[in-house]
C-alpha cells in the first residue's frame, strides 16, 4: 500500500537542533522514499527559502542555500495559508524555543497542519494554551507531537502517554532533567565522596559548553520547572505555569542583579560555603537537583533532595537525565528512563522519530 | 475529523495477560469512543465467540460468555475470511504464545489485517518467517506491532525502532531480559554479598510464581535468546534462530533428563556447589546473566557474565529487566530503560498501547 500523496514539511530554525534534524530528515527521505518528503519551507528569524509550487528544497545544501537566499519569513498566517494549499498533507517541525512560534500552534493546527517540535514553550506555558493545542488537535485531526521537549530524544513523553491512555495510574514521576545540573552534581558531590569547590563546577561546566551562556539560566530552575510542567499536564494535573509551584533557584539572591553571566562567576566563589554547608548536611547521602510530581496530592517541586547511596538518582553519570514513573501497575519499582538528555543529535532524533510517526498517521 | 468506520478487533487468548488485555480493552473503548472499538471475535483454544453481523462482544462480560459459548475457534484461514468481510479495518491481537497462529502472520497480513501481540514465537523463530511477516505488512499496508515480546511493557522495541528509522547506528545491546533471571541472581550474588544456596533460590523463586512449572523452562535460557533475537534482527543482524548462537544453560547435565520439574529441584541441590564456585570466582563483582548483541562483530550471546558493582547491571532490583542500547548518538553512555519485564498488567499494557498505535494509523 505505497502512499501516493507527498508529505509537505516546513522548517523553521536551523541552528543546533534544527542542522541535526535537517540532516536527519536527509537521510530518512533517501532511506523511506514513499511517502515523498517535501520539505517546501525551511526559515530562520531572518531568512527563508521556499518554493511556490511546493517543489523540494534541495536536502543535501539546504542550509547553505537558505544562507544565500534573498526572501525573508513567511509570517505564521502566510505561512499556515501557504501549507494548506499544498498538494497535501503538511507538517511544521518547529527547532526554535520562540514563544511566538509556540503561541500559533492552536492556528496551525486548527488548520489541519500537524506540528513536530523540541520547543518547551508551547506545552509549559500558560495552561490555556495547553488547552487550545489539543483541543484545535482533537478537532481537526491534525497531530501534535513533542518528545523532544522533556529528556531530548530519550523516550519519556511517549511513555508517559502509553501508561496513561492504557489506563496506567500514574503516581509519582521524579528525577533529574537536567545535563547541566546531572553534570554540576555529579561532579561537586560525587558517590564516592568529595568533589571540587561549586564555583569551580559551574566554571567548568560552562567552559565544556554544559551551560547556557549566562549559567544562571540553568541555575534559576526554570527549564526544570517547564519539563515538570509538560509532564504533570500530561499526568493529568491542570498546573497553571512553570511558576506555579516551588522551585528552588541556586542564584544566591545577591548575585540575582549581576550585569553578565561573567561578573556572576566572578562572585560566586563567595557562596560555595553555602553550598559546601548543603553537601555536608546530607551526611551518608548524596545531594541532587532534582524535579519531582506527586499526583495524589497534587504536589509538584523542584530542587534540591538527599539520596540513598543505592538510590538510581544517585548512581547517574555524566550529564545523563534519569526519569522515573511510578505507576499502579509497575508498583513499588518504578519504570526508568535513562541516558543523554540534551545535545543536537539526540534531541533531533526525537523529532525526527516524532516525524515518522506522525506521517504513518497522515499519509493519504 | 471524527472517524466515523469502526475497527474490528479479534482476540485469541485469553489467559493471564489476554485476560488484563480485555480488562484494558474495555475501558479503552469507553475513554476513546471514536473510532468505535468492535470486540467481533475472542477465542481460546477451545471455545469462541463471534458474531456473523461483526457487531461486538459485550466487553463488560466477555470472558464469562466465551466460557459458556457452545462455538469453538475459527480455523486461521476462516479467522481471516471473517475478518477481512468486516465493514472496516480488522486486528488481530495475538495473546497466546502459540507457533501456529505465529505461522499464520504472513498470510493475515497479506489479507490487510493488522497484527498486534506480545507473543515471541513469530519474530524469534526462523528468520524465514521474519522476513514473510514484514514483507506481507510493507505489501498491504497491515501493520504488524510487538512491544510486549521483549521486556513486556517497557518501551523496548519501540526505542530500538525510534532509533534506528532515525538513522543512529546500534553498536551494542546489553542486558537483563529475564524477570526469573533478574530475581534469581539478586537473590543468589546481591550486590551486598552473601546470598542463599542457588537451589534455595529457585525453589523460593518457583513458590512466588517467579518461574515456568518447570523451572527449567527459565534456567535454558531460551527465553532470553529468543529477546535477543528479536532486538539483533531489529538491529539489523540476520540471526538465523535463537539457536544459531552460544546459550549457555544453567540446568546442570545431569539433570537435563529428569522427568519433571520436582525431580529437578529435588536433585538441583547436589549441584550447589558448582553455582557457590562461579559465585566466588567474580571476586569483587557480581555475578548476573545476562544476553549481549554487539553489533559490529555480529556476536549475539546469552549466560553469565560478572558486572562491577557501580555498573547499572549490578544495581537492578526484584525481578526487574533493564536494557541498556549504545549508539553512535548517545556515545560511552547507554540510553537504559529498566523496570518489571514480566506479569499480565504490565505486558497488556503493552499490547494496549501498541493496540492505540495501530489504531492511528489505519482509522479511516
Chains 1, 2 share one sequence.
Not at 10 to 19: D, E, L, N, T
Not at 85 to 107: H, R
Not at 204 to 223: H, V
Amino acid at each position: 500500500m505505497a502512499s501516493t500523496k507527498p508529505i509537505f514539511i516546513a522548517v523553521i530554525g536551523a541552528g543546533g537542533v534544527g542542522k541535526c534534524f535537517l540532516s536527519q530528515l536527509r537521510d530518512l527521505a533517501v532511506r523511506r522514499p514513499s511517502p515523498k518528503l517535501s520539505l517546501c519551507y525551511i526559515a530562520t528569524s531572518r531568512k527563508a527559502l521556499y518554493n511556490d509550487d511546493y517543489s523540494s528544497i534541495n536536502l543535501e545544501n539546504a542550509i547553505d542555500t537558505l544562507a544565500n537566499s534573498s526572501k525573508t519569513p513567511q509570517s505564521l498566517p502566510d505561512l499556515v495559508d501557504y501549507l494548506t494549499k499544498a498538494p497535501g498533507k503538511a507538517i511544521i517541525v518547529d527547532n526554535t524555543s520562540s514563544q511566538d512560534v509556540a503561541d500559533a500552534y492552536p492556528t496551525v493546527l486548527k488548520a489541519g497542519v500537524s506540528v513536530v517540535t523540541p520547543n518547551k514553550k508551547a506545552f509549559s506555558g500558560s495552561y490555556k494554551l495547553w488547552q487550545d493545542i489539543f483541543q484545535a488537535s482533537a478537532a481537526s485531526g491534525a497531530k501534535v507531537y513533542h518528545e523532544s521537549s522533556v529528556g531530548a530524544g530519550l523516550p519519556v513523553i511517549s511513555t508517559l502517554k502509553d501508561l496513561v491512555e492504557t489506563g496506567d495510574e500514574v503516581t509519582k514521576i521524579e528525577g533529574v532533567f537536567s545535563g547541566t545540573m546531572s553534570f554540576l552534581f555529579n561532579s561537586f558531590a560525587p558517590t564516592s565522596g568529595g568533589g571540587g569547590k561549586w564555583s569551580d563546577e559551574v566554571k567548568k561546566a560552562k567552559e565544556l559548553g554544559y551551560t547556557e551562556p549566562d549559567p544562571r539560566d540553568d541555575l534559576n530552575g526554570l527549564d526544570v520547572a517547564r519539563k515538570l510542567t509538560i509532564l504533570a499536564r500530561l499526568a493529568g494535573l491542570p498546573v497553571e505555569s512553570p511558576t506555579s509551584f516551588p522551585v528552588e533557584s541556586l542564584i544566591p539572591k545577591e548575585l540575582e542583579s549581576c550585569s553578565s553571566g561573567d561578573e556572576f562567576l566572578e562572585k560566586l566563589p563567595a557562596f560555595d560555603q553555602h553550598m559546601d554547608e548543603k553537601k555536608a548536611s546530607a551526611g551518608d547521602k548524596v545531594l541532587r537537583f532534582v524535579g519531582s510530581i506527586d499526583v495524589a496530592t497534587k504536589s509538584v517541586k523542584v530542587g534540591l533532595q538527599t539520596f540513598e547511596l543505592s538510590h538510581p538518582i544517585a548512581a547517574l553519570k555524566g550529564s545523563d537525565n534519569i526519569i522515573s514513573f511510578y505507576t499502579k501497575r509497575y508498583g513499588s519499582n518504578a519504570l526508568i528512563v535513562q541516558g543523554a538528555g540534551a545535545g543536537g543529535d539526540v534531541t533531533a532524533m526525537g523529532v525526527t522519530a516524532d516525524l515518522i510517526k506522525v506521517i504513518g498517521q497522515i499519509a493519504q
